[in-house]
């Protein structure tokens, strides 16, 4: 399945990311040498930098895998689960969930309750976009656009009724700012992700099978509706991991599935892990900009990943081949 | 009749979407190995949702359908895709898949990979040299040309197509039916065709002529396609002619 040319790429494409890490680590408002390490130092990497670069790889594995598998299942290549609104589904759930002081399930009550707001979101926009067999694509833009309106309202009147201190926290949280990352969000962040990125790379042909359509897939042996709902659930598991991790961050789902379509290869087998990892590298880097570009203030990584995100989805639109029309 | 060459068979099929509205009725035909058949309609008259019964994509509400001598349905979705495939008429997609990657696809419901390569069914469609070109900068006929060579590597030895011949130019209706004549003889699959252009209609050895879900007629195409039929099926008058050279035209 892998040529040499596409070895040559991932090979690079894998080394550039491990750098964007380990610059993430390195560089801030203060530049720490990998080689005269003070404690310090030390303690600013491994407590502060260390977390927030895990957080933003995860989040951004989570939201680049999602955007490739959207992007197949709904055979649309707008997809994104900011787009669609699924990212504002799970946040408004986590949300509820925080302000009513919710544990049921102990820890895990949160991602589990931001997957569940995920899952229906994507379930009903999903509904909204279906008609006559078929996924329409403006359909399904507008259903996502609507519901992402009224999760986002909905959210903001939850924020004006919560304490002051829950307000910033969740302003903060909203527009996916990594500075409030910490290490106890972590094991259950991966825990999400990585069962959501097993189960979209083990359905990748399926994926690939689905993006031919319905009959074609049903002619290759696989039943459609099935395999849709299973990769729904990778894809809410990991969007879901996502937003409780550091909030919602929009466009690496769209953005980084068309790169690596570009650079290497639209099979699935390939661009999920490379979407995986580039979303991955892309959130590092965001982040990055936002703490660097104007010291001392920190833009949230959502910020800019919006700024580069958004005058593409304007550019794919005015693509022909993209809406049929 | 049903013989032990007989791989699709069709026994009073019923099939409906809304109750009281049946599409297919009493419908019975059988598919020989090795045949080259066209089902042939106006639109409406129900041969999209025929092909879909027999690729097992719709459920016959009434009667049976075997393949193989056994119930189509019974099968496990791999299994059936080893032994059927099916090809719909819109093939479009807006994921940039290249030539390679979606002929690829043939061999999903393998495990063990069989002996014909990509580059071998892209050789017998033509398109060996377009393998890495995403399919998007390829002509309407080029695309289908590529399905046929993943249907090849699917390795189904019948072949389901639901109006390939339609929005072609005829010099690439003629290409592809030449191309499907050539893999039947050369590699015996079957080939079911849904299509309504009754010109094409005379390249078949046998054609299932259907009106509102019924068969109407079946046989060689110079039989069934009377003045009657044709009025029957199409509402029109019309007749169809043999000329001195043994090609056929259509008097009108």
Known sequence: MLKGAMKIKLSVIAAAALAVCAASLLVGPRFISPFHMSGLEKEIVLSIRLPRMVVSVLMGLGLGASGAVLQGVLRNPLADPYILGISSGAALTAALGIIAGLSFWGIITIPLLAFAGALITGVFVGAMGWKRGGFLPERLLLAGVGLGFLFSAMLMLLMSVSSDEGLRRATLWIFGDLSIADWSVIPYGLLFIVLGFIIALYRAKALNALILGDDLSHSLGFSPGRERFILFIAVGLMTAASVSLGGMIGFIGLLVPHMGRFLVSADNRVLIPLSAAGGGALLCVADLIGRTVIPPVELPAGIITALIGAPYFLYLLRRRDVLGI | ?252
């Not at chain 2, 019923?14 to 599409?23: C, G, K």
């Not at chain 2, 390795?155 to 039947?184: F, S, W």
């Not at chain 2, 699959?189 to 094409?200: E, G, P």
Request: glycine fraction near 10%; hydrophobic fraction near 40%.
């Open chain 2, 1 to 252: 009749m049903a013989s032990d060459t007989t791989i699709l068979d069709f026994d009073r099929v019923q099939f409906s979407y809304e109750r009281h509205r049946p599409l297919i009725r009493d419908m019975s035909f059988f598919v020989g190995n090795g045949e080259f058949i066209g089902l042939l309609g106006a639109n409406g008259s129900g041969k999209s949702t025929v092909l879909k019964i027999a690729g097992g994509i719709l459920t016959a509400f009434e009667g049976r359908v075997n393949l193989w001598g056994r119930a189509l349905g019974g099968y496990r979705n791999r299994d059936r895709a080893k032994l059927l495939s099916y090809l719909p008429q819109i093939l479009d997609m807006n994921i940039p898949f290249t030539v390679e990657e979606i002929v690829s696809m043939g061999l999903y419901p393998y495990d063990i990979r069989p002996s014909l390569t990509e580059d071998e069914a892209l050789g017998m469609v033509g398109l060996r040299e377009k393998a890495g070109e995403p399919i998007r900068n390829l002509s309407g006929g080029e695309r289908r040309r590529v399905y046929i060579a993943m249907t090849l590597l699917q390795g189904a030895g019948l072949v389901l197509m639901d109006e390939p011949l339609a929005n072609l130019d005829i010099k690439y209706q003629v290409e592809l039916l030449r191309l499907l004549k050539a893999l039947r003889n050369e590699r015996g699959i079957t080939v079911v065709m849904a299509l309504h252009d009754i010109h094409m209609a005379m390249q078949f050895e046998r054609i299932i002529l259907i009106k509102e879900g019924r068969i109407i007629g079946t046989g060689s195409p110079q039989v069934v396609l009377s003045r009657e039929a044709l009025r029957e099926a199409f509402d029109v008058d019309a007749e169809v002619r043999i000329d001195e050279a043994g090609g056929t035209y259509l008097r009108c």
